[in-house]
């Protein structure tokens, strides 16, 4: 089947420590986004990706790193600076836009909460 | 992009057709209007996108005023699957570089049995 993975589906970790959700989509999608929820509210977008071995920051980029080595690959590391990383993380790819067509497929999200 | 106003919330008798208002009065001639929802607890699913003319799929109709400062997401006969947050975005074309959406807080969709 062809989709977006996202591991693990929960994740805890000590407040202090840095952790990475991972993302992979056998979609053949050239573009990956990160996204942040909070209880309640919309989704934020912390990073995203239009070619592999490039990424740009996104509304709330500050606290988190990422990486596109691969295609298929787009894992988001939340680090010890990121002041409130409890939160439920998307990950999400499109294909190359054109005018009719630009829209995002979403995994299924990693819960992260931090002790 | 421009900014979207919906309900918070909205009721729906199971079998009867849900329609979610959605409005954009600042949109301009190159922003499409994406619908999206979200079940609990899971990732967000494309529903219909449009620019002008009203859309229909397999899942939903998408009706778009003339002025295109509102719009209508109609889910023709509504299941208690269908709970859900809808969202409603607007979003200008890229031309070819892809960025983020911009989520508000949509309209939680409750389908009573």
């Known amino acids: 089947d062809g989709g977006i993975t996202q591991s693990p589906k929960y994740l805890f970790r000590k407040e202090g420590q840095n952790v990475t959700l991972s993302c992979e989509q056998n979609?053949?999608?050239?573009?990956m986004y990160w996204y942040r929820q909070d209880p309640g509210q919309g989704l934020r977008l912390i990073y995203y990706s239009q070619i592999v071995n490039d990424f740009q920051k996104g509304d709330i980029a500050e606290g988190y790193s990422v990486s596109r080595e691969k295609k298929e690959s787009f894992p988001l590391t939340v680090t010890s600076a990121q002041k409130n990383p409890t939160a439920f993380y998307l990950c999400a790819s499109s294909t190359p836009p054109d005018r009719a067509t630009d829209t995002q497929y979403f995994g299924p999200g990693t819960r992260l909460t931090v002790l | 992009d421009a900014k979207t106003t919906q309900p918070p919330s909205m009721d729906c008798a199971e079998g009867r057709a849900a329609n979610l208002p959605c409005n954009h009065s600042t949109i301009s001639g190159n922003e499409y209007v994406y619908w999206y929802r979200q079940i609990h607890s899971q990732g967000p699913q494309y529903i219909i996108h449009?620019?002008?003319n009203n859309e229909t799929n397999e899942m939903a109709s998408l009706i778009i005023t003339e002025d295109r400062k509102s719009s209508t997401l109609i889910l023709p006969h509504a299941t208690l699957r269908d709970t859900a947050v809808y969202y409603c975005i607007v979003r200008v074309d890229t031309g070819g570089g892809a960025d983020g959406l911009t989520f508000g807080k949509g309209t939680h969709l409750i389908i009573q049995p």
């Open positions: 979609l053949n999608h050239d573009a």
């Open positions: 449009g620019l002008k």
